[in-house]
């Protein structure tokens, strides 16, 4: 079993930034995919960022690129989501997920049902 846990919400102001982490404990993450999702209130759970084992490749939802940054340390078993010039409509709890590939280690995934493990959420708000 793969827990993930998130950390690093919080409360900021139009225009500031916040780095999310994503640590996996059990058993060994090695050769999974990771993502980050988001949900607001009233909204369905949407796609953010994926990054495939290998970190080479990353894969960014229009309405965060050029502002988010997915990465990840795999010694570490972490995945993180740089947020940066944060506005108000990114204002959700943000999830992270995981996948073993059967596909290899370069292989990502931005289906919310591609994945198979979860975090229990962190809260990000942005106010304007």
């Known amino acids: 079993q793969v827990h993930l846990v998130e950390s690093g919400g919080g409360l900021v102001r139009a225009g500031g930034s916040l780095r999310l982490s994503c640590a996996a404990s059990?058993?060994?993450?090695?050769?999974?995919?990771q993502g980050w999702f988001r949900q607001a209130p009233g909204k369905e759970r949407e796609f953010v960022a994926t990054?495939?084992?290998?970190?080479?490749?990353?894969y960014y939802a229009d309405s965060v690129k050029g502002r988010f940054t997915i990465s990840r340390d795999n010694a570490k078993n972490t995945v993180y989501l740089q947020m940066n010039s944060l506005k108000p409509e990114d204002t959700a709890v943000y999830y992270c997920?995981?996948?073993?590939?059967?596909?290899?280690?370069?292989?990502?995934?931005?289906?919310?049902?591609?994945?198979?493990?979860w975090g229990q959420g962190t809260q990000v708000t942005v106010s304007s």
């Open positions: 990054i495939s084992w290998s970190d080479f490749n990353r």
């Open positions: 997920a995981g996948r073993f590939s059967n596909l290899g280690s370069n292989f990502y995934y931005t289906g919310v049902y591609d994945y198979d493990y």
């Open positions: 059990g058993r060994t993450f090695s050769g999974a995919a």
